[in-house]
């Protein structure tokens, strides 16, 4: 288990498209453990492997309600809509509005292999959504509708 330093933007690992996970390994259960440390240490409430500059569709997310690990996510459902407010850590000092489903499902492994389904609203949903944004390159920079306060991502 190790702290890793978060890519910051604009790197452009954070831009990339990150590879599925074949065969879950110790390497995986280890990227699992340092995503974790990474995030308990920065502090956040999620963390994505490309963040760490590994292109593996990998995360970690905890709001406050436990850890969940996360191999291979995909949203299987979402409805509704909600607008509120998203950082990141990759993003430091911006904050801004960011339209997202208000509900989702979400589909992946656990880090035994396990088929894991997730029903998530609130802060959870919003959390899931933005850290699966980050295994296809995209960053809530590029969802924002209104910036928050002054922030050097303002255009």
């Known amino acids: 288990m190790a702290i890793h330093q978060i890519l ?13 996970v074949k065969k879950i390994t110790p390497n995986i259960w280890k990227l699992l453990d340092d995503l974790a440390d990474t995030m308990y240490d920065a502090p956040g409430v999620g963390l994505a492997a490309p963040q760490i500059g590994v292109l593996k569709r990998v995360i970690v997310v905890d709001v406050g309600e436990g ?16 607008v509120g407010p ?16 208000a509900a ?6 656990d880090r035994h292999g396990r088929e894991r389904e997730i029903k998530a609203e609130g802060l959870l949903a919003r959390a899931l959504q933005h850290e699966i944004d980050h295994l296809d390159g995209v960053l809530f920079i590029d969802k924002v509708v209104r ?9």
């Open 8 to 20: 910051i933007h604009p790197d452009p690992i954070l831009r990339e498209k990150s590879q599925a």
């Open 104 to 109: 989702v499902t979400v589909r992946g492994l």
């Open 67 to 82: 850890l969940i690990e996360l191999i291979n996510p995909e949203i299987i459902a979402a409805r509704g809509k909600d």
């Open 86 to 101: 998203e950082g990141c850590l990759s993003v430091p000092g911006s904050q801004g509005e960011v339209p997202r489903a």
């Open 147 to 155: 910036w928050l306060e002054n922030n050097p991502e303002e255009r």
